[in-house]
């Protein structure tokens, strides 16, 4: 059973199943800090990526390990932390790119690695870091203020 | 009728006018659901069905898993004279296909009725071509 702790902390098993435990714990705590609906949107699709290819890729789709999502908030920032064993992960070997320039350098439409996209285009900072035997991903998002521009330009 | 697929979070409705799938979606596409999803995806694909309008009104969301499904077939459904189209999305989802730039890659309308046309004008543009 995914167990919530009171220090914003959620342990869930590594199936798939779980991804709308994460999506609710996270969408909830985000609304809190004062994101909108779609800055909220952003900070879910980020997690549930992260702990998807912890899934499918780290613990290889054995639904025996374990995933823990911390979240920490101080001022403006919102730091998410997702923990997990299995197989390292070196994100330096993955070439991530938009699907839209993908697909104007080639003229076909593949999948694969938007999850990594997504991760690195909806979060402000990225950090991807070995500490023992688990695998870390911090994930940081500022709260901006009304005038500031949200959209950033994904097609330079 | 049209066929279904239920999940717990994901149901999907599969209509039919004319040649053209109306894939009616409600719940969360996400890397769980689309495992499912993309089985029907394929047996429809796989089965000649080329012109595909999904209608995302009652969605509430989607992740990469699920943008996958539509990014591994549409190549192959516009390479039959098909296409894949998307409809009535919420705002959010709407945001999201803007933000990774789908709506550059993909046709998305704003109406159910809009998107099934757009196939029937093409069905008659092609009708046209294949006389001369």
Redesign the interface.
Known sequence: MPKREKNKKLTITSD??N??LV?EFVSKEAINFGFD??ET??I??AV??VC?NS??HSYKNKPDGKITIELKSRKDKFVVIVSYDGIPFDPKKIKVE????K?TRTG?????K??M??IY??MDEVNYTRRGNKNVVILTKFLKRKNESL?SN??A | MGKEMKEK?FDLKIEERGDVKILKMKG?L???TS?QFEEKMKELVESGNYKIVVNMKNLS?I???G??VF??F??EVRKNGGDIKFCCLP??ID??FE????K??FEVLNDENKAIESFEKLGVKNAKKRKK
């Open positions: 798939l199943r991804l709308n999506r609906e779609i949107e952003k879910i699709l549930d990526e998807t899934i499918k938009s699907p839209l320039k697909f076909k439409v593949k999948r694969g938007l999850g996209f997504i285009q909806f959209r994904f097609y | 979070n969360y996400d890397a769980y495992l969301y992740s990469s898993a943008f996958g990014m591994a549409v190549d705002e959010k945001e999201i933000l990774l730039g789908f550059h890659i």
